[in-house]
């Protein structure tokens, strides 16, 4: 028979020794939570000051750059390679008549440079691409966003006198109209600067489209291109949209906005817009 102790003494040499590595560790009273010396430290706060440097000094800097490039545009006529609205759109030229705002702006996580124009619209810079400056600004006529200096004011404007157009159709002329409030009619190369024309007259007349029937998005802020972004307008044809208004001149109104588009032999666009 086995003493006891003889069979105590064999069962402890026969059991594996733990190795000090997969000792568990000495839980840390709480008092030593924040110190290094112990086995847990608390490293979100200096985290969080870390973040508020980095935070201020990403703010320095941008406004440190608008700041110099403000000084370069602001009030000027520049040409320049962007995306309207916002970025990741189509990318052309686009030539602003005056720069009334310049800013940086984080979209998608990307930083982005942001030219505003008196009519408020956006141009959102393509990086790689240099901005060609015109000159001071050059204001349109009608925009009644810039003053006129009082010592030298701006002589009025004769309103071209359109050029007799062949018959459509029925025999009429496709631009006879009654007596219109706010007429203009121009030529324009695209149909899209012919529509754009539109929107700085909706935008220079107080005029806000009735939204029941005339819907916005971010393709048309306006909405006033939806009757025209399908079908183009073949040579010797107009396009004719009415628009109804809930303002006019920033005021209630039941008129109606008339746009007609007539495309020439030339190709160019011949805009036809008034209020009736």
């Not at 602001?74 to 800013?103: F, G, H, M, W």
């Not at 060609?132 to 404007?157: C, D, F, M």
């Not at 916005?216 to 010797?236: C, H, K, L, Q």
């Not at 008129?255 to 007539?262: S, T």
Request: aromatic share 10%.
């Amino acid at each position: 028979m086995i003493k006891l102790s003889k069979l105590i003494t064999i069962i402890n040499e026969a059991a594996p020794q733990m190795p000090a590595s997969n000792l568990p560790p000495v839980t840390a009273s709480p008092q030593d939570n924040n110190n290094v010396g112990g086995n847990f430290y608390d490293w979100t706060k200096e985290f969080d000051t870390f973040k508020t440097t980095i935070n201020a000094a990403t703010e320095e800097a941008k406004t440190k750059f608008e700041k110099s490039l403000s000084s370069k545009f602001l009030n000027k006529s520049v040409k320049v390679r962007a995306s309207k609205a916002q970025p990741k759109q189509p990318v052309k030229d686009y030539e602003i008549k005056r720069v009334t705002n310049v800013s940086i702006v984080d979209y998608y996580d990307d930083w982005t440079v942001v030219l505003k124009n008196e009519f408020n619209k956006e141009y959102c810079l393509t990086p790689g691409y240099k901005i060609k400056v015109l000159g001071a600004s050059t204001p349109e006529v009608g925009n009644t966003n810039t003053p006129q200096s009082p010592e030298q004011p701006t002589p009025p404007v004769a309103s071209p006198q359109p050029e007799p157009q062949k018959p459509v159709g029925n025999g009429q002329q496709p631009h006879e109209q009654p007596i219109k409030e706010d007429a203009k009619t121009s030529n324009f190369q695209t149909l899209g600067t012919a529509l754009e024309a539109v929107e700085e007259y909706v935008v220079q007349n107080g005029v806000q489209l009735d939204p029941s029937e005339h819907p916005t998005d971010a393709a048309d802020p306006y909405g006033v291109r939806e009757p025209f972004m399908y079908g183009g307008i073949s040579y010797n044809t107009q396009k004719k949209a009415d628009y109804k208004l809930f303002l006019f001149k920033n005021k209630p109104t039941k008129k109606y906005l008339h746009v007609v588009i007539y495309r020439l032999d030339s190709g160019l666009y011949e805009l036809n817009q008034y209020v009736l």
